[in-house]
């Protein structure tokens, strides 16, 4: 079994609604991380979280909102989704250091949304 | 704030052919280095890594040496295939408390039998 995994793995939905974005992981790691990749542009960074009780907003967090709702489950809302967060959406893990080792982070498989 | 530089693509190249990718970054301190490969429809995989200065990262038959002179980070390797046709991204980790990667733009490699 992958240890990362993302759900949905493909999503349509119209201008307006709600979306979530799930992301569960069995890598026993504290640190997780949403980001968004655009063609050209590689992977931007939306939200990171270090534990439960620990959100921090990321490069581009506007319009987008996070919930830990356990070490291993990193959700990623879209409160009003708009055609521009259209992309492909990556959930990432990575132990502290020591042993994940110096920042690695580790994958999922990606989430393509596309907004009408 | 940090940045990572990469070499614009798309590359394509014959197989056996020899690769370089471009990286270079900007950052304060000495950050650590990653090269990560996403092969079609699947997320990032680390494809090799280096922590400080000179250190050399490799794997599968790939090399990148960490240049604090030159900030640079490029990716090598001597005969490539067309099973190592993907997309390859430079990134660098802060190392503070935060360690967030801040990824280039990615380089789309094709590789024709």
């Known amino acids: 079994d992958a240890d990362v995994t993302q759900t949905p793995r493909n999503r349509i939905t119209k201008t307006g609604k709600r979306i979530m974005l799930e992301c569960s992981q069995t890598?026993?790691?504290?640190?997780m991380y949403w980001y968004r990749q655009d063609p050209g542009l590689g992977l931007r960074l939306i939200y990171y979280s270090f534990d439960v009780k620990d959100i921090n907003k990321g490069e581009i967090s506007d319009g987008y909102s996070v919930s830990r709702q356990a070490q291993a489950k990193f959700s990623l809302s879209l409160e009003s989704a708009i055609p521009n967060q259209t992309a492909l959406y990556f959930c990432?893990?990575?132990?502290?250091?020591?042993?994940?080792?110096?920042?690695?982070?580790?994958f999922g498989p990606g989430t393509r949304l596309t907004v009408l | 704030g940090d940045s990572v530089t990469q070499m614009e693509g798309p590359v394509t190249l014959s197989e056996e052919a020899f690769l370089t990718i471009n990286c270079t970054y900007t950052a304060t301190g000495y950050p650590s280095l990653f090269w990560y490969v996403q092969y079609p429809g699947e997320g990032l995989q680390l494809l090799l890594k280096?922590?400080?200065?000179?250190d050399k990262g490799s794997n599968k038959g790939f090399e990148a040496t960490y240049r604090k002179e030159t900030t640079s980070f490029h990716l090598e390797k001597g005969s490539v295939q067309v099973s190592d046709s993907a997309v390859y991204f430079c990134a660098l980790s802060d190392k503070g408390s935060a360690r967030q990667l801040t990824f280039g733009s990615g380089t789309q490699l094709t590789v024709l039998p």
């Open positions: 890598k026993g790691h504290d640190r």
């Open positions: 280096a922590t400080k200065a000179d």
């Open positions: 990432a893990t990575s132990g502290v250091a020591g042993t994940g080792g110096a920042g690695t982070q580790y």
